[in-house]
């Protein structure tokens, strides 16, 4: 079994290393933090230690490293680690620019070695719901797609607060959203528009509000706030023939499916001050409406396919070509934000 070491030891951190103690294709060799408070932590959990960065890439022993530090530190450890002969898995998001990536991607191909990103948040129920709904062609082809996580608490207060560290929602879940929404929808992008807000940090985005526009037509809205004491849904999908709705991560996505159109014969209804046909629900005999089963998901696959993709058995699920057009999109959107303008683009 691969060995594999974690640089970091936060709440990531602290993760990758509980993931890999009870691992089927790797072992953990140990990890190691710039805070002494967080190297005792791993100590007391049984964690071997090592005495620094130094230290740990020097281990001959040590197959992979994992990058679970503030993002403005990333491209630094990951050509490091490269360049010491180990494979990396970096956190998310793997930096703050396309011209860095770019730097760890050609780091990566002139060591030989495996760079590939966490993208956890595929593995998550909710999103792999929604996909399989699209790709099953069961209610249509795809109009637009809404995705969205709202909180009521702000910015954590830690680095995620400061620009210089890369901070900010666009990076923390603006990454993880937007990763998603490009698995779903393949077409490339035409357009962007996006706005911040800033209500409780000025110094980084609290939350944004991001449009994308696809060839062909399609388009999503990818939404981030953290000052909602009342959150709206979490998935919203419109298909030729149907809609589906997933109301929190929890919950199981609800699906309406067209099965006529029959018009003439809408009965109107009371709206407000007036009535309406437009608004009139609809009935059993032109919707069939259902909930979707939630689909399997071990986010552990990702450790079994990278090891699987050190031995050349098969290819990284995060692709770096796929971590590029992410990033892109985040620097578009970023840029519109700033300009208060779209940005037109071929990504």
Not at 48 to 69: G, H, K, Q, R
Not at 131 to 151: F, N, P
Not at 215 to 235: C, D, I, Q, W
Not at 321 to 339: D, G, H, P, T
């Amino acid at each position: 079994m691969n060995r594999i070491a974690v640089i970091g030891y936060g709440g990531q951190g602290a993760w990758h290393c509980k993931q890999l103690l009870g691992s089927d294709v790797a072992t953990l060799a140990g990890t190691y933090d710039i805070r002494e408070v967080r190297c005792d932590a791993a100590r007391e959990s049984g964690i071997f230690v090592y005495e620094s960065n130094d230290a740990l890439l020097a281990d001959p022993t040590v197959d992979a490293v994992v990058i679970a530090t503030p993002n403005d530190s990333h491209e630094e450890l990951v050509i490091r680690a490269l360049r010491a002969g180990k494979h990396v898995i970096c956190e998310k998001p793997v930096e703050m620019s396309v011209a860095s990536f770019d730097r760890m991607a050609e780091a990566a191909r002139e060591a030989g070695r495996l760079l590939t990103v966490h993208q956890n948040r595929r593995w998550d129920v909710d999103f792999l719901a929604m996909k399989a709904i699209v790709e099953s062609g069961e209610i249509g082809d795809l109009i637009d797609i809404e995705s969205r996580i709202h909180g009521s608490r702000g910015i954590p207060s830690d680095w995620r607060c400061t620009k210089e560290q890369g901070g900010g929602m666009m990076l923390d879940w603006g990454v993880h959203l937007i990763d998603q929404v490009l698995q779903i929808v393949g077409a490339p992008i035409e357009k962007i528009w996006c706005t911040t807000s800033h209500i409780t940090n000025s110094e980084v985005d609290d939350g944004f509000k991001l449009e994308i526009y696809f060839e062909g037509g399609k388009s999503a809205h990818v939404e981030v706030a953290t000052y909602n004491f009342l959150a709206m849904p979490r998935f919203y999908l419109r298909c030729k023939n149907g809609s589906a709705l997933i109301e929190d991560w929890r919950k199981n996505a609800k699906v309406a499916r067209l099965t006529a159109w029959c018009e003439k014969d809408v009965t109107p209804v009371q709206n407000a001050a007036g009535i309406t046909k437009t608004m009139a629900p609809r009935d059993h005999l032109t919707l069939d409406t259902y909930e979707a089963p939630r689909p399997a998901s071990d986010v552990h696959d990702f450790y079994r396919n990278f090891c699987r993709a050190i031995a050349g058995k098969e290819e990284p699920i995060v692709g770096l070509s796929e971590v590029r057009r992410v990033m892109q999109v985040m620097e578009a959107a970023l840029a519109s934000a700033e300009s208060g303008q779209p940005v037109c683009t071929r990504i």
